[in-house]
């Protein structure tokens, strides 16, 4: 019995992982930018000189991505991802607070900044 658990063991943990799933998809509907600003206030150095601080602005890119319930707002880098296009169809997966979405065999990255339910017309 005892090995038959240690071969168990040895499979679980030989840090081969299988395929990860997507299983959600869904349709890019915007792309809109978002700036935001971030300060490093002055500081003084170890022989007492004073150094100003610094002010800087960022500018990323936010993509809207509809499904059938949800509508997710997600933010990439600051280059405009040409697999995120108005109208092209995404899997995705989200874990962690992140969107990954699949681009061939790689995936991608972004992070959710806003996630709302899809308000349907009424009939």
């Known amino acids: 019995m005892s090995v038959v658990a240690a071969v168990c063991a040895v ?20 792309i809109g930018t978002e700036m935001s600003t971030g300060s490093i206030p002055p500081y003084t150095d170890p022989y007492g000189k004073v150094h100003g601080g610094l002010v800087t602005t960022r500018r990323r890119y936010v993509y809207t991505i509809r499904t059938d319930k949800l509508e997710y707002d997600v933010a990439g880098r600051r280059r405009l991802d040409s697999a995120l296009a108005v109208g092209h169809v995404v899997s995705f997966r989200v874990s962690k607070g992140s969107f990954f979405v699949l681009t061939g065999e790689k995936e991608k990255r972004f992070a959710i900044v806003g996630e709302r339910q899809r308000t349907l017309p009424n009939r």
């Open 11 to 30: 499979l679980s943990f030989s840090g081969e992982k299988g395929p990860k799933a997507y299983p959600f998809s869904g349709q890019v509907v915007s």
